[in-house]
């Protein structure tokens, strides 16, 4: 059986692939933008769609179509940005560090935790909330670029959001890879026999690394959008989220390390602004 991570880096590379070579078709077959890249990247999407359908049984397309799918938006974003109207570009900027993100969950996941890994490895259902929350900036996004499209043009601060998210990413990933087998999307309630506390490496200076930067990343992309309104929103309601998230992990870590962890928590702090999660 194939494994799971070589199928999502095939079709990932391959939807990429064929989207950047269409997309740069469509830039030189007509001037407007927006008929000759839809068409461009139907005929795209019919190719991948079509070939990983009939080479992967149901299990293995589940992964193959969610992987296809990133690679697309990731290549649809940069054209957007670098051939896209002016007040879109920072759309394009978004688009791609959404699709990289879900990506690179699932890989990391793939590569550490190989036996686990699975379609909501991508977390791109991660919850009502989370989709409630990105419907949410797009709708701003919009309207403000329709009524505003001169606001949406700051490409300097949202080069700034694009910096954010880079190093939420790069931290996050370097949390899971830090922690390897011990890390897991969901908090979980039964000790595993190899599980060990991990205080080293990033875990030296946060004691909840990838949460922090997840939090940064979140408020990242809506720096990235220039959505005043959903910056606030974002940073008041992950904040919330990872208030409550670590809060009832840290029980649990309680429960599984004892001593060894209260003495962790005194020496590291969880590594977002004013929260403490569980203390004795």
Wanted: some cysteine.
């Amino acid at each position: 059986m194939i494994p799971h991570k070589s199928i999502a880096i095939v079709e990932f590379s391959t939807s990429f692939t064929l989207y950047t070579v269409f997309g740069l078709i469509s830039t030189f077959i007509g001037n407007i933008f927006f008929y000759s890249s839809i068409y461009c990247f139907s005929i795209a999407t019919a190719i991948t769609f079509i070939r990983l359908r009939i080479q992967h049984k149901h299990e293995a397309f589940e992964v193959s179509w969610r992987a296809a799918l990133l690679g697309a938006l990731l290549s649809t974003g940069l054209k957007i940005f670098l051939t896209g109207p002016a007040h879109w570009r920072i759309f394009g900027i978004y688009m791609s560090v959404m699709s990289f993100f879900h990506f690179s969950e699932f890989i990391a996941i793939a590569i550490i935790q190989p036996t686990q890994v699975s379609t909501d490895s991508f977390v791109l259902n991660h919850s009502p909330q989370y989709i409630a929350a990105a419907v949410s900036s797009w709708i701003e996004f919009f309207i403000e670029a329709y009524f505003f499209p001169g606001f949406k043009q700051h490409l300097s601060i949202s080069y700034v959001g694009l910096f954010i998210c880079v190093f939420g990413e790069y931290l996050r990933k370097l949390a899971m890879i830090t922690a390897g087998r011990n890390f897991n999307h969901l908090v979980q309630s039964k000790k595993a026999d190899d599980q060990t506390l991990v205080t080293t490496g990033v875990y030296a200076y946060f004691r909840h690394p990838s949460y922090v930067g997840w939090f940064y990343w979140a408020i990242g992309t809506q720096i990235i959008l220039l959505n005043p309104f959903c910056i606030v929103a974002y940073t008041v309601v992950s904040w919330m989220f990872f208030n409550s998230r670590i809060y009832i992990e840290e029980i649990t870590l309680l429960n599984f390390f004892g001593q060894n962890y209260v003495d962790y928590q005194k020496r590291v702090g969880t590594g977002i602004p004013y929260i403490k999660g569980y203390e004795i």
